[in-house]
């Protein structure tokens, strides 16, 4: 589905995981975040095909890379939600 613009929702466990990373990387993310919603809703690239987003099946959920993290949203018909956030090292592992 291709809609003419996304809204977004970041979650609260998105916000505390940011809220506990450096004052740069907050900034680097909230960069990011904003980049891709101008590039999703001002010219109208799907973020599914997005070149730094990339669907994780095991999790169910989409991840846009950000440097050395990795921002996880998923996407319900024009709804895009960021749920959370970790370093690379981190964002794959299974307890």
Not at 50 to 75: C, E, M, P, Q
Not at 80 to 94: E, G, P, Q, V
Request: with cysteine; proline share 2%; net charge positive.
């Amino acid at each position: 589905m291709t809609c003419s613009e996304y809204r977004f929702d970041i979650k609260e466990r998105f916000i505390e995981r940011l809220s506990a990373l450096t004052p740069a990387v907050q900034e680097r993310v909230k960069l990011k975040l904003a980049e891709f919603r101008m590039q999703v809703n001002k010219y109208g690239i799907d973020p599914r095909r997005h070149s730094n987003t990339k669907y994780i099946a095991f999790d169910r959920v989409w991840r846009l890379r950000i440097g050395d993290y990795r921002a996880f949203f998923d996407i319900e018909g024009d709804l895009i939600s960021f749920l959370t956030i970790f370093h690379r090292r981190d964002a794959y592992k299974r307890n």
